[in-house]
T-cell receptor, first 115, second 114 residues
Framework: DTGVSQDPRHKITKRGQNVTFRCDPISEHNRLYWYRQTLGQGPEFLTY????????KSRLLSDRFSAERPKGSFSTLEIQRTEQGDSAMYLC?????????????FGPGTRLTVT | AQSVTQPDIHITVSEGASLELRCNYSYGATPYLFWYVQSPGQGLQLLLKYFSGDTLVQGIKGFEAEFKRSQSSFNLRKPSVHWSDAAEYFC????????????FGQGTRLTINP
């Protein structure tokens, strides 16, 4: 068990560019979550996958954001036409999702800076 | 809808002193409650969680938390802090059903004086 990994750890991009982040969950965890954390705030839920199905999206996830989880393994989060307000830490978490005793394991995050 | 309030944005304590971080939640049913710790530039590490049963839960690194339904609180405590405890602490509430997403408070930054 190597934990949740995210790539890249840091990304600097210019406004208007597209960026894509990757998350590799703990193997055999069927639930995967994306959160966004801005400076001085707690993480906010963005979206959730059960295996390959995206089952819930937050209103925070504008049309410029898209997430996928092909084959129910790794996930990608793409932001199109980035804006300065997208600057944040993007956190991925996975969970075995078995019954009521669930726990989310977080990755180290990808810090995005939009200039 | 769920919500979490951490009233203290920043707390400073001396090394060896006791610590209590406050957390109040709002949720219409029995909540799942969590405390996470985040060191600078790092992801979140789970300290402890409460689902049901004994309202005093023990976690890692010597932390404990007490669930008080009447006060809608889940305060985190440690009898004697160490310099390595300096970090950001987040309280979170999780829903029982559905996506079981977590709703976090805004965090409390802990500074330790030597």
């Amino acid at each position: 068990d190597t934990g949740v990994s995210q790539d890249p750890r840091h990304k600097i991009t210019k406004r208007g560019q597209n960026v894509t982040f990757r998350c590799d969950p703990i193997s055999e965890h069927n639930r995967l979550y994306w959160y966004r954390q801005t400076l001085g705030q707690g993480p906010e839920f963005l979206t959730y996958f059960q295996n390959e199905a995206q089952l819930e999206k937050s209103r925070l996830l504008s049309d410029r954001f898209s997430a996928e989880r092909p084959k129910g393994s790794f996930s990608t989060l793409e932001i199109q036409r980035t804006e300065q307000g997208d600057s944040a830490m993007y956190l991925c978490a996975s969970s075995p999702g078995q019954g009521a005793d669930y726990e989310q394991y977080f990755g180290p995050g990808t810090r995005l800076t939009v200039t | 809808a769920q919500s979490v309030t951490q009233p203290d944005i920043h707390i400073t304590v001396s090394e060896g002193a006791s610590l209590e971080l406050r957390c109040n939640y709002s949720y219409g049913a029995t909540p799942y409650l969590f405390w996470y710790v985040q060191s600078p530039g790092q992801g979140l590490q789970l300290l402890l969680k409460y689902f049901s049963g004994d309202t005093l839960v023990q976690g890692i690194k010597g932390f404990e938390a007490e669930f008080k339904r009447s006060q809608s609180s889940f305060n985190l405590r440690k009898p004697s802090v160490h310099w390595s405890d300096a970090a950001e602490y987040f309280c979170a509430v999780g829903a029982y059903q559905g996506a079981q997403k977590l709703v976090f408070g805004q965090g409390t930054r802990l500074t330790i004086n030597p």
